[in-house]
């Protein structure tokens, strides 16, 4: 059974689910993504934090940014089992039943990355922009062109962390698909 929902069906129901609902709710969303900056801009002096587009282009393309993004971590899991079935074809083959710890573990640590990127990282590298904007002006102008700015920054950098973070889960199931093989080999020998 939880191979069925690993397979390319679950993965693309995953993803369009994902896809569905946070397009659904983009707004929500960028309130959300946006929130560690606007605490940057209250502890600045700035209580007003609202994110203004210039045009309904700029807002529809940062929705679509965060739908595909929650998709992707929706649909990791299915990802990662279906890598699993071309970079670890021994695990695959002689122990299905590890491939679903890997893929749950391939979700959670992209959900985990996603949220480490809004709510630290993108904080901590857009520190610095704001002391620079204190030190030249107090103009609202520049901090609306800084939180649109920041909010698809930090689309970007949470699908990089996303990605990144996969590369271990890949490299463990492969280690453990190697395991796998020589176990088999020393078996067929003995």
């Not at 002391?131 to 939180?147: E, F, P």
């Not at 990089?160 to 199931?173: D, F, G, H, I, N």
């Amino acid at each position: 059974m939880s191979i069925r929902l690993l397979g390319p069906a679950g993965g693309l129901f995953a993803f369009l689910l994902g896809f569905v609902v946070v397009f659904t709710f983009g707004t929500t969303v960028t309130d959300l993504i946006v929130a560690p900056l606007c605490d940057l801009l209250a502890m600045r002096g700035q209580s007003d934090c609202t994110l203004v587009f210039l045009t309904s282009k700029e807002a529809f393309l940062l929705n679509l940014r965060q739908a595909l993004l929650a998709g992707m971590i929706c649909a990791m899991p299915s990802i990662v089992a279906a890598l699993a079935r071309v970079l670890a074809p021994t695990l695959a083959r002689m122990t299905p039943q590890a491939i679903p710890p890997f893929a749950i573990a391939g979700g959670v640590i992209a959900l985990a990355g996603a949220v480490f990127a809004i709510f630290y990282e993108a904080p901590v590298a857009f520190a610095p922009a704001l002391l620079s904007l204190t030190a030249m002006s107090s103009g609202v102008q520049a901090d609306l062109g800084l939180v649109t700015n920041y909010a698809n920054a930090v689309v970007v950098m949470a699908g990089s962390y996303v990605l990144t973070l996969q590369l271990p889960v890949l490299a463990l199931m492969m280690i453990k698909s190697m395991r796998t093989r020589r176990m088999m080999d020393a078996e067929t020998t003995t």
